[in-house]
């Protein structure tokens, strides 16, 4: 079992920069996948960004968003820089448990979820 905090989220200006953090408990998040997912109003909640070692992104935050994780505390951070208008969303921290990267892009990929933070960005 493991549990996901989300902390970071904020109103930031277009071109301006956050980081959100996830800090899981119950279990190290090296043992597991471990992801960002974003859902803006109206809209399915999509991927952002994994790490399991090496890192994968979502064609619409690379060379902009930095997915890296701290084992000592048991965290794991995304780093958005020039951020636009349409990052505007609830951003959530996920946990997979699966072997197959192919499901890591997905939400049902993932076992365990975090109830999200909110990240404005400005125009």
């Known amino acids: 079992q493991v549990q996901l905090v989300e902390s970071g989220g904020g109103l930031v200006q277009a071109g301006g920069s956050l980081r959100l953090s996830c800090e899981a408990s119950?279990?190290?998040?090296?043992?597991?996948?471990m992801g960002w997912f974003r859902q803006a109003p109206g809209k399915e909640r999509e991927f952002v960004a994994v790490?399991?070692?090496?890192?994968s992104y979502a064609d619409s935050v690379k060379g902009r968003f930095t997915i890296s994780g701290d084992n000592a505390k048991n965290t794991v951070y995304l780093q958005m820089n020039a951020l636009k208008p349409e990052d505007t969303a609830v951003y959530y921290c996920?946990?997979?448990?699966?072997?197959?990267?192919?499901?890591?892009?997905?939400?049902?990929?993932?076992?365990?979820w975090g109830q999200g933070t909110q990240v404005t960005v400005s125009s």
């Open positions: 996920a946990a997979s448990t699966s072997r197959y990267s192919r499901t890591y892009s997905y939400t049902a990929g993932y076992d365990y």
């Open positions: 119950g279990r190290t998040f090296s043992s597991y996948a």
């Open positions: 790490i399991r070692g090496v890192t």
